[in-house]
């Protein structure tokens, strides 16, 4: 996943067609991640690291894979969103190789857990 702050610029119009994702599809999304209507044409340059992420959260899942892989991707994001997209998660049950440090949100939407030991 991109860097939030570097990567999402422009209205969420724009940036969907840059993605090359249908941006009422993007739109449904963010909307489940409670994103008010009248920010999908704000420039999202003033946007804060949290909305940013949701977008880019919402953008990956409009595109068709067979492994969606996320790095951190509750980083910036508030309790409430975080619900949502477990919820979101648990609904489209899309396959994801994810690294989170959130046990809550593992124990909840992983089906398996493989853990590193600890180098340091």
């Given at each position: 996943?991109?860097?939030?702050?570097?990567?999402v610029t422009g209205?969420?119009?724009d940036y969907a067609a840059r993605q090359g994702v249908d941006a009422t599809l993007?739109?449904?999304?963010l909307r489940k991640l409670d994103f008010p209507r009248e920010q999908f044409d704000t420039d999202m340059r003033g946007f804060s690291a949290g909305q940013k992420k949701k977008i880019l959260l919402a953008c990956g899942m409009c595109k068709q894979a067979h492994l969606y892989v996320w790095d951190e991707p509750l980083n910036y994001i508030d309790l409430y969103s975080r619900i949502?997209?477990?919820?979101?998660?648990l609904c489209y049950k899309p396959t994801l190789l994810f690294v989170e440090h959130?046990?809550?949100f593992c124990a909840n939407v992983a089906t398996r857990e493989l853990r590193l030991p600890n180098t340091y």
């Open positions: 996943m991109p860097y939030a702050k570097k990567s209205a969420a119009r993007l739109f449904t999304f949502q997209i477990e919820e979101l998660i959130d046990r809550a």
